[in-house]
């Protein structure tokens, strides 16, 4: 029979990150039996939440920016890497203003956070954070994005972003620490739990499962990712919830080995491997190259002897995640970058130039013009799209099944897939980036075969039925970055209009008209696929 020892799950050994204090108001402390007790007015956990999911929606860690920075100054990387990236510093200078977010998916509104047991508060801490939530995306220029259920089927948009997921664990001392995200749909979306079993823990079997698996990843939650991999876990929830954290960067100074106790740590031998293998896969930066990821952690956990739960995501390009923490000399959070500007290069990456297309022709003209030119041939399109995303497409389907005609909207124009965050004012759009094209897919073929989605805008990449669909009615999927939501609305969305379904609010049809908007040829009329080869 072993001694009892006690083992922290997951002791992190030291904390790097750089605060900047917020305010010493809402702080004071009490002696009581002898403890010192940290006693924390409600006001600065609502203050606090505010400030928080306000600098995340409009900047990024500077470690964040230096990963793009990278792509820039590697020689190995490609031009589609370096386009890429270079659109991703431009975007976030443009958010950096802070009138448009870095997404125009602003998240789902997380907080993690670990309450010493001497820390006094007297509420429903989780109240509280909520109301900053609700200020803040009631004030600033944020997407509503929660969906509220009245019965199994019938469900509408909560209209200011809650419910927010809040998560309050116990700890020792009198210190209060958190972590704030904003995780989008499509970074969420690629969130992935597989039971596994003892065989896969040798070098071959996990080589090749991180192999394939990487393919369910996809580009659709806007690479290059931070990419986590978490084997082992005394449950499949505890699983997942490491993955979350460590993808945000929270688990970084784990110890890098085992002890008899079952401490998590960081594999790093792991890590250099398959951010080979995501190199080796040439997926790169969403459309060809290296830079798949920017980084990956590899984290072990114990495990119960019948089972091998292994957990796979992803923070995307949107890396929103800000560290905070009350104590007793005032409330903190984490400093991130106000000048994204200095990450820039001297002068943009020379690349070939784009094909112009204009898309205020005739849609068979349009068709005549994408069809001269291979995937990969990166575009440049002026003129008007059609904006509609899942409900809009499940309402024309529906008028389809009634017997009633296509409209000529969705014949006569593109259609990109998108949903804008709210727009500033004096502006013609707020941010307003592609949404995952996959979800819309068992709609294609169908729309197709009587005149709509001729040619479709969106990011990542979807199943062989567009693919079949395309070929067989002539039809083409564009890639659009995935990420540069705020650099979009800026530079190239010109005006905006709801023409259908206003009462769907987000998911309205809207009319746009664009100048430069970039994006590839993924699919087109012969059968080809961008990604079917990778």
Not at 215 to 220: E, Q
Not at 251 to 265: I, K, S, V
Not at 433 to 460: C, E, I, N
């Amino acid at each position: 029979m072993s001694d009892f020892h006690y083992q922290k799950p997951f002791p992190i050994t030291k904390d790097t990150t750089k605060y900047r204090l917020l305010t010493t108001d809402y702080v004071s402390t009490v002696e009581v039996d002898g403890r010192k007790i940290l006693k924390v007015d409600p006001k600065g956990l609502e203050m606090l939440s505010k400030e928080a999911f306000s600098d995340v929606s409009f900047y990024l860690r500077p470690a964040h920016l230096n990963k793009l920075k990278t792509i820039l100054q590697d020689n190995e990387a490609s031009d589609n890497d370096r386009f890429v990236a270079h659109t991703m510093l431009l975007n976030q200078v443009v958010a950096a203003e802070g009138e448009l977010p870095t997404c125009q998916d602003t998240g789902t509104a997380i907080v993690v956070a670990k309450k010493g047991e001497d820390v006094y508060t007297g509420v429903d801490d989780a109240e509280h954070l909520s109301k900053g939530v609700y200020d803040t995306y009631q004030e600033r220029n944020l997407r509503y994005s929660q969906v509220v259920p009245f019965s199994m089927f019938e469900e509408k948009n909560s209209g200011n972003n809650l419910p927010a997921q809040i998560d309050i664990y116990a700890n020792k001392g009198n210190t209060y620490e958190f972590l704030f995200v904003t995780k989008g749909g499509g970074s969420g979306n690629k969130t992935f739990l597989y039971q596994e079993t003892k065989a896969l823990l040798n070098e071959k079997n996990l080589t090749t499962f991180i192999t394939n698996k990487l393919r369910d990843l996809g580009t659709s939650a806007c690479p290059p990712y931070h990419l986590a991999l978490v084997i082992g876990g005394t449950s499949a929830e505890a699983t997942l919830a490491t993955v979350k954290k460590a993808s945000a960067g929270y688990y970084d100074h784990l110890p890098t080995e085992g002890n008899e106790g079952g401490q998590a740590f960081r594999d790093l031998e792991w890590e250099k491997k398959i951010e080979e293998i995501c190199q080796k896969s040439e997926i790169g930066a969403q459309f060809g190259g290296k830079y798949f990821v920017h980084d990956v952690k590899v984290i072990r956990l114990p495990r119960h002897a019948a089972s091998c739960p292994v957990g796979l995501g992803v923070s995307c390009s949107a890396d929103r995640n800000v560290k905070a923490k009350i104590t007793e000399d005032g409330i903190y959070l984490e400093e991130l970058e106000r000048n994204p500007f200095q990450y820039l290069p001297k002068e943009a990456p020379h690349l070939k130039d784009a094909v112009e297309i204009n898309l205020d022709q005739p849609m068979a003209d349009i068709l005549k013009e994408l069809t001269k030119y291979p995937i990969k041939t990166r575009l440049s399109l002026t003129g008007t799209l059609i904006v509609a995303r899942d409900i809009a497409h499940a309402q024309i389907k529906q008028m389809l099944e009634e017997g009633k005609e296509m409209p000529e909207y969705f014949k006569n124009h593109p259609v990109y897939y998108a949903g804008p965050a709210k727009t500033p004012k004096g502006m013609p759009s707020g941010s307003f980036g592609p949404t995952t094209a996959g979800r819309m897919d068992s709609y294609v073929d169908l729309f197709q075969k009587v005149g709509g989605s001729m040619v479709m805008v969106a990011k990542g990449n979807r199943y062989k039925s567009v693919t079949d669909a395309c070929k067989a009615n002539g039809g083409f999927y564009l890639g659009s970055i995935g990420g540069p939501a705020a650099v979009l609305a800026k530079n190239s969305i010109k005006s905006i209009e709801v023409i259908d379904f206003p009462e769907l609010g987000m998911e309205a049809v809207r009319k746009i008209r664009v100048e430069n908007f970039p994006a590839f040829i993924i699919v087109d009329d012969k059968g080809n696929d961008f990604f079917a080869n990778m």
